[in-house]
């Protein structure tokens, strides 16, 4: 089996790529080499699980005002009695930033 046709088969076929400084590569690696985990696994579990705090600015309110038009959009032509999970992962980010927003403590009052 060729290298491209296991490519095709694999579920995490998808490549992200950034750029780090010699010095945040460094500590990355130890911290990957002390969780035990392998980089891959550790970064997606640092992505994926853990809590970031949004600050909700202009760019934020477009991107969230656009996956809400995605999301009407879906559901308005959607003909299926359940709806797909991919299609609620996007609602259920923009309810929980929206809920982290409506939290804060008003420190104007």
Do not use: W
Not at 43 to 71: D, F, P, W
Not at 93 to 102: A, K
Request: hydrophobic letters at 35%.
């Amino acid at each position: 089996m060729s290298k491209v046709e296991k490519l095709k088969n694999r579920k995490r076929n998808v490549v992200v790529a950034f750029r780090m400084t010699p010095e945040e590569a460094q500590e990355l690696n130890v911290q990957v080499a002390l969780s035990g985990l392998s980089k891959q696994d550790y970064l997606i579990k640092c992505c994926l699980e853990h809590e970031i705090r949004v600050v909700c600015g202009r760019k934020v309110a477009r991107q969230m005002k656009t996956y809400l038009e995605e999301i009407q959009e879906k559901l308005q032509f959607s003909k299926q009695k359940k709806v797909r999970e991919e299609t609620l992962t996007p609602l259920k980010h923009v309810l929980e930033i929206l809920g982290e927003e409506s939290e804060e403590p008003d420190y104007g009052a």
